[in-house]
Nanobody, 125 residues
Framework: QVQLVESGGGLVQAGGSLRLSCAAS????????MGWFRQAPGKEREFVAT????????YYADSVKGRFTVSRDNGKNTVYLQMNSLKPEDTATYYC??????????????????WGQGTQVTVSS
């Protein structure tokens, strides 16, 4: 069992930056593929970014590519999402998730086994 706790959300002006963190419990964090998803009001949850267990492979949604960076520190059981050049359309609740399967990366919700409670990001225009 893995518990995930996100933090770092908040209110920021367009063009600004935020860094989200996701702290994981458990001794097997380093073996999990980690992902970030988001859900805006009235919309379905969507994929944002994923990172392999080693951190050597990452993949991003087209909407955030070049602006967001996912990274992880296995020694701290933490995955990060650095968000730069934020836009009002980035406003959403952001969730981290863990995939215990043997994948390099994972972009679909169904692939993930554990989810955090979410952290709100609001970007004002």
């Amino acid at each position: 069992q893995v518990q995930l706790v996100e933090s770092g959300g908040g209110l920021v002006q367009a063009g600004g930056s935020l860094r989200l963190s996701c702290a994981a419990s458990g001794r097997t964090f380093s073996s999990y593929v980690m992902g970030w998803f988001r859900q805006a009001p009235g919309k379905e949850r969507e994929f944002v970014a994923t990172i392999s267990w080693s951190g050597s492979t990452t993949y991003y949604a087209d909407s955030v590519k070049g602006r967001f960076t996912v990274s992880r520190d296995n020694g701290k059981n933490t995955v990060y999402l650095q968000m730069n050049s934020l836009k009002p359309e980035d406003t959403a609740t952001y969730y981290c998730a863990a995939d215990r399967a043997v994948n390099a990366i994972a972009t679909r919700e169904i692939e993930y086994d554990y989810w955090g409670q979410g952290t709100q990001v609001t970007v004002s225009s």
